[in-house]
């Protein structure tokens, strides 16, 4: 085997052409997610044209303003923990059996949530 990467080829040619607005709208049209460039340059080599397979959409749950706030400000209260502990500091054993049990019910609540949702 050998340890070489391949070289990425640099498309540093440009060609200009000008077209008519019903013409460009047509162009984008048939490229369609595949890029007016990419569509033209493959089209123009005889190239297979394949469209790029469709992302996956995100899911958007609702939520709650109110609960996201409250949510927000448990991260805040957590980044704060984190930061004193990593600046060397002790913390006792009822905060971090507190922290274990906040995780717990987020957890339990999130995953209500989710299946909720569904």
Known sequence: MSDEKPTKKIRDRHIQIRLTDAEFAEIKIRAGELGTSTFLRQLALNQKIEQPKAKAKKII??????LV?????????INQVAKHLNQGN?????????????????DSELERIMSDDR
């Open 61 to 66: 749950h609702t939520a709650d303003p109110e």
């Open 69 to 77: 706030r409250h949510v927000a400000w448990i991260g805040n209260n």
């Open 90 to 106: 002790k913390v006792d054993n009822e905060i971090l059996v507190t922290l274990v049990k906040i995780q717990a019910d987020l």
